[in-house]
């Protein structure tokens, strides 16, 4: 089902004057039928007065209000006849009915469309005091929203169990298909964006990883949730647009707020990345400490500073990478005697 737009209808004020007029038109009415009756019967006048003045008020339910950036879903006897947009004081046939089976969803940081009702209450010592009742409105709102669903517990390619949550900014921008096409476009949402969250994410590794293929190319990547999060959130926006497009719902943006290993295994992942930074720091140290043993070999050498056969060398190669590889400062020892 498409949206059809009904543009014609923003006469609100025209039609409110003009029941105005009519109620005080029959209320004369009344007044001079009144005026005109004997004790012994009413007058015609008088009956057409009370008659009128039934009527006249029949066409007020159809007066709409409407604030910038919200709609109504107009239904007629159960068919479906438009939708009113932007803001303005509308009319529109007072049998008519706003419908929005979503009115009372409300999702996580998403703003819905309110009534603000103010009731006044008398206390016992004569004081008054007011309070604003916020009431459900079938207005459907058309302004940018976020959906923030609860975080989930989800395994990656390697199987670990990471948490993860996801803010989608969303906004309709079908209102039929919104109410029509699904029972509640709210809870669809929500339901689609979890469905696509476990989709994308079962696809890469928490961290990279070897031989992990997460474009479908059948090439090896490195591609990650921590690492390309850009990547992941636009392929979850992708996802979650293809799957709530009946609804009528435009996915703006998706973003990741929330990731990290589940409770049960963050220690031990902790671990290993401690590990592996002390490899990876070690393999530095290493590297450094024999490129410096290889100069000063060589500088010795070159200057012929000294002579050195291969077991002196060896045992100079091993005191210097001591030294230099060390955790803790080396305690230097003198030789007062002769090298040999």
Same mark, same amino acid.
């Given at each position: 089902m498409n949206e059809k737009l009904l543009t014609n209808k923003k006469n609100g004020m025209l039609v409110l004057v003009l029941c105005i007029l009519a109620i005080l038109g029959s209320l004369a009415i009344v007044i001079w039928g009144?005026?005109?009756?004997?004790?012994? /019967?009413?007058?015609?006048?008088?009956?057409?007065?009370? $008659?009128?003045?039934? @009527?006249?008020? %029949?066409?007020?339910?159809?007066? &709409?209000?409407?604030?910038?950036?919200?709609?109504?879903?107009?239904?007629?006897?159960?068919?479906?006849?438009?939708?009113?947009?932007?803001?303005?004081?509308?009319?529109?046939?007072?049998?008519?009915?706003?419908?929005?089976?979503?009115?009372?969803?409300?999702?996580?940081?998403?703003?819905?469309?309110?009534?603000?009702?103010?009731?006044?209450?008398?206390?016992?010592?004569?004081?008054?005091? /007011?309070?604003?009742?916020?009431?459900?409105?079938?207005? $459907?709102?058309?302004? @940018?929203?976020? %959906?923030?669903?609860?975080?989930? &517990?989800?395994?990656?390619?390697?199987?670990?169990?990471?948490?993860?949550?996801?803010?989608?900014?969303?906004?309709?921008?079908?209102?039929?298909k919104a109410v029509f096409n699904v029972d509640n476009y709210k809870e669809f949402l929500s339901l689609q964006c979890d469905s696509a969250l476990r989709n994308v994410v079962r696809i890469y590794p928490y961290d990279v990883a070897p031989g992990i293929d997460t474009t479908g190319d059948g090439i090896a990547d490195e591609g990650s949730l921590r690492g390309s999060s850009e990547v992941v959130a636009e392929r979850i926006r992708n996802e979650i647009q293809t799957r709530v497009n009946e609804a009528g719902i435009e996915i703006i943006e998706a973003r990741i707020t929330y990731l990290a290993y589940a409770p049960e295994i963050a220690a031990v992942m902790l671990q290993r990345q401690q590990a592996s930074a002390i490899i990876d720091a070690r393999r530095m140290i290493v590297d450094g400490a024999v490129g410096m043993v290889e100069m000063a070999l060589e500088r010795l050498a070159e200057n012929e500073t000294v002579h050195l056969d291969d077991e002196r060398k060896a045992a100079m190669v091993s005191n210097l990478l001591v030294v230099l590889c060390g955790n803790k400062d080396a305690q230097p020892v003198v030789n007062s005697g002769s090298l040999y």
């Open positions: 009144a005026t005109l009756s004997t004790e012994e /019967s009413a007058h015609p006048i008088l009956i057409a007065g009370i $008659i009128l003045m039934c @009527i006249v008020w %029949l066409p007020l339910p159809g007066l &709409k209000v409407l604030k910038p950036q919200e709609a109504l879903v107009l239904t007629l006897f159960g068919k479906y006849i438009g939708t009113i947009k932007g803001d303005g004081f509308y009319w529109v046939n007072p049998f008519c009915t706003a419908f929005n089976p979503a009115a009372k969803t409300k999702l996580n940081q998403s703003g819905d469309v309110m009534h603000a009702t103010t009731v006044f209450s008398v206390n016992e010592n004569g004081s008054s005091s /007011s309070v604003n009742v916020n009431v459900e409105s079938n207005k $459907i709102s058309l302004k @940018i929203m976020t %959906l923030n669903n609860s975080r989930q &517990k989800i395994n990656d390619c390697l199987g670990n169990p990471i948490e993860i949550g996801i803010a989608v900014i969303w906004r309709v921008v079908d209102t039929a």
